[in-house]
């Protein structure tokens, strides 16, 4: 639910594509993209999706195009190099002991550069003729709605939407001033160029070495069949009807790696109807804004915020693929998609569902714990072969089966990477407070990855347990340099999360011995690294003194919060000092999350206007008009020297968790509203944000001044809530039992499902 949501009328007119007009009531807000033309690139186009499949809306040449995808469409050969008897985390140290890495460049990451595939790949589009109709003059997504409606001078209209739970998608033209029909336009794997290309501009698909896919066109319905590598393969279906002025049709894209036939779901669909169909995905909608909503004062931060949110239930279910860079949005240019359009877990993959947790999205957050907990054997066994070692890791780079695809293996094969996804796990668990999770998912997933941390180190004669090479992302790039001798403070941060972690949940499952061993593993690990001015270091002798892209030196103060503001004075001054030298050195090599991740990171030191000048910055640099993050300065005005647009998907993701930081933190135990807001911001509310511990929180501030605080608590249990009143007094309501204050933080005992409202005692 968004700002000025509107109630949608419940009167349905139940009519197949075969007769009369459709309805498909839309509820516009604020925060819709609006436009008076279409766009004329792909990665500018309308966004649907359902993180099954999805749709861009643009303009190509003289036709309204609707670009296809669906998320398993993927080329899955092996990377044939990651194998051998030198496929070994011993060899690659070998080989940078003897100061000789280009054979290990050779072996992993020259062949990511330079051949197409394991990668995603694109599906097909849909074009109808512009050169009768004309270009249409109003364009709009309705974000409550996932419908995009082009509206022409003469009175004619379009309305699709991908629908919600099925994976099919929609279109409808009313008024039409002559018949028009769908074309169905495959991507050209077999015509174009064949010369290598890189990861971020896309290899060309002819590359693939695939045989084109046939079309066969009957009346009112065209198939797409594309066979692919090893006998994969997909399937594109639209069928339609016209009936005088309107033109109504139904797609889907299906993959042999499913068991959904695309001729199948268009036929169920064009059973339904359209309006059937469009209740059904509006159910689903209203669902999804109703978990929460927030309410800014500032225009800018509150359409991105929205549009992430959007994005977010157009990308991530609970049953579906974790997003992945582009999620359901692969590039139509001909080429593959950036970075091959896969997972990258060396930041990629967890900045996406940031959002998740405070923004009460815990279901749509498990598509990505429940793939990386149903792949845990393919990641043992990566875990085996490479390290060579018991428990699990997980490629930082792999394919949609979780296989490693290699690149800059410091990164794509780090040692710590199960431990940031690990953090996941843990955090579902400290916002769910749903105890089976814990006992069967959380702590098992992260118990394997402490495992894998315990056997990987070495503690050496002074007792200190340490890795024997560590690195940094993506310090130094994929050079020999980016191997440190000494502990990374990343590697550091996630180790100490990771057993941290392991400790605290085994005690909450009462297994004493297991989480004193997990404390004796943490206290082996040396402190974190700093330099003379007390900030952040990537390593010893490595001061942060070069403009990087990726935060990962910092990882301990965000998002692992084991430097933290509560922490006191010296945990104050090294989060100072450490955001201080980010900015020192300025942002000439930051891409557009960087800037969202540093957001976070100024909300967690309580600086609101920071966080929202580094926000708004990512909104209005590095955003397309249809809020995609590409990566690069789109106004060129200094903001970073990057100034290219690959579009993926993190820095959005991240976006609204910097909203989320700024609006609710819990982190610490203690649930804090408006923690870290600008002073101008004197009315601001939300609704329904998620605390730690399952406690929902409403909040209003009005005039400067909280006039409403609600907090439903799921589970029930002991709730410590500071309550910025300036030393007023409170009343609670709903407890059970006393209330204790203690310099301005309450404890309240909280009954499962009981309604807590806080408010300020009047003064007479």
């Given amino acids: 639910m968004m700002k000025n949501l509107l109630v949608v009328s419940s009167l349905w007119l139940l009519v197949a594509c075969t007769g009369g007009k459709s309805n498909l009531p839309v509820t516009p807000s604020e925060s819709d993209l609006q436009f008076p033309n279409l766009a004329t690139t792909w990665d500018e186009g309308m966004p649907l999706g359902n993180a099954t499949v999805g749709a861009l809306i643009w303009q190509r040449d003289s036709a309204l195009r609707l670009s296809l995808d669906r998320t398993d469409l993927w080329d899955l050969r092996p990377m044939d190099s990651i194998s051998g008897p030198n496929n070994r985390f011993a060899w690659v140290c070998e080989q940078v002991k003897k100061k000789d890495y280009l054979p290990v ?209 157009s990308a991530s279910r609970e049953n579906s693929y974790p997003i992945s860079l582009q999620a359901v949005w692969t590039a139509d240019n001909g080429k593959l998609p950036p970075w091959k359009g896969d997972y990258h877990h060396d930041l990629n993959t ?67 990477v199960g431990a940031w996804l690990a953090q996941h796990f843990y955090l579902h668990w400290k916002y769910s407070a749903d105890r089976e999770f814990l006992k069967d998912r959380a702590y098992p997933f992260l118990k394997d990855v402490a495992v894998f941390l315990e056997q990987i180190s070495v503690v050496d004669a002074n007792g200190v347990r340490k890795l024997v090479m560590s ?109 201080k030298k980010l900015k020192e050195y300025t942002p000439d090599y930051w891409t557009g999350y960087s800037y969202s991740w540093f957001g976070n990171m100024k909300a967690r030191a309580f600086d609101g206007e920071g966080a929202a000048d580094e926000l708004r910055t990512f909104a209005e640099c590095f955003c397309l008009r249809n809020t995609f993050h590409v990566n690069g300065d789109q106004t060129k005005s200094g903001k970073s020297k990057f100034t290219y647009r690959p579009f993926t998907l993190e820095g959005n993701f991240a976006f609204a968790s ?45 005039e400067g001044k909280i006039v409403k605080l609600r907090i439903y608590p799921e589970q029930g249990g002991k709730l410590r809530i500071a309550f910025p009143a300036d030393g007023s007094e409170v009343s609670v309501t709903g407890n059970e039992g006393d209330v204790t204050n203690e310099d301005g933080v309450y404890t309240i005992e909280t009954r499962k499902g009981q309604w807590i409202d806080i408010k300020e005692k009047q003064s007479h």
């Avoid at 009768?132 to 004619?156: F, H, I, K, M």
């Avoid at 209209?157 to 169905?184: C, D, Q, R, Y």
């Avoid at 999360?497 to 004796?520: C, I, T, V």
Wanted: negative net charge; proline residues 5%; contains cysteine.
């Fill in 350 to 416: 967890q900045l996406s569902y940031w959002p998740a947790y405070t923004g009460n999205h815990l279901t749509e957050g498990l598509g990505y714990l429940n793939t990386l907990w149903n792949q845990r054997d393919v990641y043992k066994k990566y875990t085996k072969e490479y390290f060579e070692k018991d428990g699990m890791n997980i490629p930082g780079v792999c394919t949609l089966q979780g296989v490693p695809m290699g690149g800059w293996i410091q990164y794509s094969m780090s040692q710590t």
């Fill in 471 to 579: 690195s940094s992302p993506e310090i130094f790039d994929n050079s020999i340099n980016a191997w440190f001798k000494d502990m990374t403070n990343y590697d550091l941060a996630l180790m100490k999360f990771a057993f941290g972690a392991a400790s605290e949940l085994a005690a909450e499952l009462n297994l004493s011995d297991e989480s004193s061993h997990w404390k004796e593993l943490n206290d082996q690990l040396p402190d974190l690294d700093l330099d003379r001015e007390g900030a952040l270091t990537f390593a010893k002798g490595f001061p942060y003194e070069q403009s990087h892209r990726h935060f990962s030196h910092a990882m301990a103060i965000h998002p692992l919060g084991l430097v933290d503001w509560s922490q006191g004075e010296k945990s104050q001054h090294i989060i100072q000092a450490t955001l």
């Fill in 105 to 313: 460049q050779q072996k992993y990451d020259h062949p990511y550069e330079q051949q197409p595939a394991p990668s995603k790949i694109p599906g097909a589009a849909l074009e109808f003729s512009l050169e009768q109709l004309g270009s249409p003059s109003d364009v709009r997504l309705y974000l409550n709605n996932a419908l995009c409606e082009a509206t022409w001078e003469n009175g004619a209209t379009m309305k699709t939407f991908v629908h919600a739970t099925e994976p099919v998608g929609w279109f409808v033209f009313e008024n039409l001033p002559a018949a028009i029909a769908p074309s169905l336009i495959a991507p050209k794997y077999s015509t174009g160029d064949t010369k290598t290309g890189d990861s971020v501009a896309g290899q060309d698909l002819r590359r693939l070495g695939y045989q084109q896919g046939t079309i066969n066109e009957e009346t009112n319905q065209i198939s797409y069949h594309q066979e692919g590598w090893n006998g994969f393969s997909y399937d594109v279906n639209v069928r339609w009807q016209q009936k005088g002025n309107t033109l109504c049709g139904v797609w889907s894209v299906t993959s042999s790696l499913g068991t959904d036939k695309a001729v199948e779901k268009t036929q169920e669909a064009m059973a339904r109807g359209i309006d059937s169909d469009y209740q059904v995905h509006m159910d689903f909608w209203k669902n999804y804004w109703v978990q929460s909503s927030i309410t800014l004062p500032d225009p800018v931060l509150q359409k991105q915020y929205d549009n992430e949110m959007y994005k977010f239930g």
């Fill in 658 to 702: 910097g909203i989320q930081e700024m609006l609710l933190q819990s982190h610490t135990g203690i649930v804090r509203v408006f923690p870290a807001i600008p002073a101008a911001w004197s009315d601001v509310s939300f609704d329904n944000l998620r605390a730690m511990g399952a406690f929902l929180v409403s909040a209003e501030k009005k």
